[in-house]
């Protein structure tokens, strides 16, 4: 089953010196079962060639896909053109990155702290996606931004990417319902056609659940179904639960059997 755990799921554990990228890897085969990772940038100290190479190592070893590599700290806009610089070449470090890893899907965030995008800004981000975009067709991967925070929040904006960047290759990480929406539920319908991944957060594996994975079906959604854990605390446990729950709508799908 294509089922993923966004490495960010275990920050807490990160955070704490218990978990590296490898033990991430690990846990993901032999703990959960899966045939995918889903790894957050955060967990990868270096974007050196040697040390990447050796982290492709541990994926090719467990059999493991990399459903998505998720970049902090590279989205595209910044008032200052210093700090949208250093992003830029942050990007392409981890683009590359994904290219070494095998990544089917990056998240590149397009920044702006503003309440929307300005002209400026909306065309600067364009053009860098569809830099970004070309590159990972040429490579055989897809890349884009999650409805994660700022101006990507709001459901129109993210259409207007969509259209504006107009690439096979562009799509988006779709948080379930993040959205700064009177209709947050109409918003993730309206995305489900443009998801290139999923972060599928605990309020929704404890609520509508059925209901969220139903949009993206309908909508022939061909990624991986990426669970992500958020508080930091009993993260080994709580994700099982997610996974569990995620595996159980899959597997009640493939059999045709009553939910």
Same mark, same amino acid.
């Given at each position: 089953?294509?089922? !993923?755990?966004?490495?960010?799921?275990?920050?807490?554990l990160v955070r704490e010196g218990k978990m590296d990228v490898f033990g991430y890897l690990e846990s993901c085969k032999y703990r959960y079962g899966l045939q995918s990772a889903d790894i957050w940038n955060g967990m990868?100290?270096?974007?050196? =060639?040697?040390?990447?190479?050796?982290?492709?190592?541990?994926?090719?070893?467990? =059999?493991?896909?990399?459903?998505?590599?998720?970049?902090?700290? +590279?989205? %595209?806009? =910044?008032?200052?053109?210093? +700090?949208?610089?250093?992003?830029?070449?942050?990007?392409?470090?981890?683009?590359?990155?994904?290219?070494?890893? $095998?990544?089917?899907? %990056? /998240?590149?965030?397009?920044? !702006?702290?503003?309440?929307?995008?300005?002209?400026?800004?909306?065309?600067?981000?364009? /053009?860098?996606?569809?830099?970004?975009?070309?590159?990972?067709?040429?490579?055989?991967?897809?890349?884009?931004? =999650?409805?994660?925070?700022?101006?990507?929040?709001?459901?129109?904006?993210?259409? /207007?990417?969509?259209?504006?960047?107009?690439?096979?290759? &562009?799509?988006?990480?779709?948080? &379930?319902?993040?959205?700064? !929406?009177?209709?947050?539920?109409?918003?993730?319908?309206?995305? *489900?056609?443009?998801?290139?991944?999923?972060?599928?957060?605990?309020?929704?594996? *404890?609520?509508?659940?059925?209901?969220?994975?139903?949009?993206? /079906?309908?909508?022939?959604?061909?990624?991986?179904?990426?669970?992500?854990?958020?508080? $930091?605390?009993?993260?080994?446990?709580?994700? *099982?639960?997610?996974? *569990?729950?995620?595996?159980?709508?899959?597997?009640?799908?493939?059999?045709? !059997?009553?939910?």
């Amino acid at each position: 089953m294509r089922i !993923s755990i966004a490495s960010y799921a275990f920050h807490g554990l990160v955070r704490e010196g218990k978990m590296d990228v490898f033990g991430y890897l690990e846990s993901c085969k032999y703990r959960y079962g899966l045939q995918s990772a889903d790894i957050w940038n955060g967990m990868l100290p270096t974007t050196d =060639e040697d040390y990447l190479r050796k982290v492709k190592d541990a994926l090719d070893e467990r =059999e493991l896909t990399l459903a998505n590599l998720c970049v902090d700290q +590279a989205h %595209i806009w =910044e008032n200052d053109p210093d +700090a949208r610089e250093r992003n830029y070449q942050n990007a392409l470090a981890h683009l590359r990155a994904a290219e070494i890893l $095998g990544a089917r899907t %990056i /998240r590149i965030d397009a920044g !702006s702290r503003d309440p929307d995008f300005t002209t400026e800004q909306f065309d600067w981000i364009v /053009r860098r996606y569809q830099e970004y975009a070309q590159r990972a067709y040429d490579n055989g991967y897809m890349v884009g931004p =999650e409805n994660h925070w700022g101006p990507e929040r709001i459901p129109a904006n993210m259409q /207007r990417l969509i259209e504006a960047v107009d690439s096979p290759a &562009f799509g988006l990480l779709l948080h &379930f319902g993040n959205w700064e !929406s009177d209709d947050p539920d109409q918003a993730d319908a309206q995305a *489900a056609a443009w998801a290139m991944h999923t972060h599928i957060s605990w309020d929704i594996t *404890a609520g509508p659940l059925v209901e969220k994975m139903q949009l993206l /079906r309908d909508a022939n959604y061909q990624g991986y179904w990426g669970v992500e854990y958020h508080t $930091g605390q009993n993260e080994y446990s709580q994700v *099982a639960i997610q996974v *569990a729950q995620v595996r159980d709508v899959l597997q009640t799908w493939r059999t045709g !059997s009553p939910a």
